[in-house]
């Protein structure tokens, strides 16, 4: 079965620190990838997708993530973290299905 | 303005009764979907509606009941409440499916469901 693996639980990371958090997943065909966010208390809204093209794809609020097929890796990335960034970030894969499959989920949280 | 909307927000009720929850979309989208998000913050998708015809229905206990009286709603309802069921619900919309690249989930703020 298909499925998301978010390697990090939980990251704590101070202001301005760099972050990276890995996401990996099990299908072998064409996929669509996103990370979403998850705010405290608030709904998920959408960082970044990506569907074909350049894999290094740039999101919102100055987020990133690089896709590797080899690697079946699609790991979020922001030089910079800043205390607003404290949320729950969710990677998902989309299969040829149209099903929206989620990781487990990594909750950062940046201390000021 | 809210693009998905859904009530209530906040739902306690006790073991044993029914209950439901709405969910309306302003986007204009075809394709309607429930997730649920446990305590772990876990997100399983559980049904998918395309313009009122059901297309995903996962593993769900048939205590749950979708019904799409048109394409921009997509009502959950839930008999037999369990302690189990307490989780938070999202509603979501797409245009179209997911599989066809340049449509995402936009979702709504969420239904919190306690069962004591």
């Known amino acids: 079965a298909q499925s998301v693996s978010q390697h990090n639980h939980h990251v704590i990371l101070s202001e301005a620190a760099s972050l990276e958090l890995g996401c990996n997943y099990s299908?072998?065909?064409?996929?669509?990838l996103f990370w979403y966010v998850q705010y405290p208390g608030q709904h998920l809204q959408l960082l970044l997708k990506y569907f074909s093209g350049d894999p290094l794809v740039k999101g919102i609020k100055g987020f990133e993530a690089e896709f590797i097929k080899s690697k079946f890796s699609f790991n979020l990335r922001k030089p910079s973290v800043q205390w607003s960034d404290t949320a729950e970030y969710f990677c998902?894969?989309?299969?040829?299905?149209?099903?929206?499959?989620f990781g487990q989920g990594t909750e950062l949280s940046v201390k000021p | 303005d809210t693009a998905v909307s859904q009530t209530p927000k906040y739902l306690v009720t006790q073991m044993g009764n029914d209950k439901s929850i709405k969910c309306e979309q302003n986007l204009g989208h075809d394709t309607m979907y429930w997730y649920k998000q446990d305590s772990k913050k876990f997100l399983k998708i559980m049904f998918s509606y395309n313009n009122k015809e059901l297309i995903i229905n996962e593993t769900v206990p048939n205590r749950f009941s979708p019904k799409s009286p048109d394409k921009a709603h997509l009502n959950l309802h839930i008999n037999s409440l369990e302690l189990g069921d307490s989780a938070v619900y999202f509603c979501?919309?797409?245009?179209?499916?997911?599989?066809?690249?340049?449509?995402?989930?936009?979702f709504g703020a969420g239904s919190r469901l306690t069962v004591l």
């Open positions: 998902a894969v989309c299969n040829q299905g149209g099903k929206l499959i």
């Open positions: 299908y072998g065909g064409t996929v669509n």
């Open positions: 979501a919309s797409s245009q179209g499916d997911l599989a066809g690249g340049a449509n995402v989930l936009t």
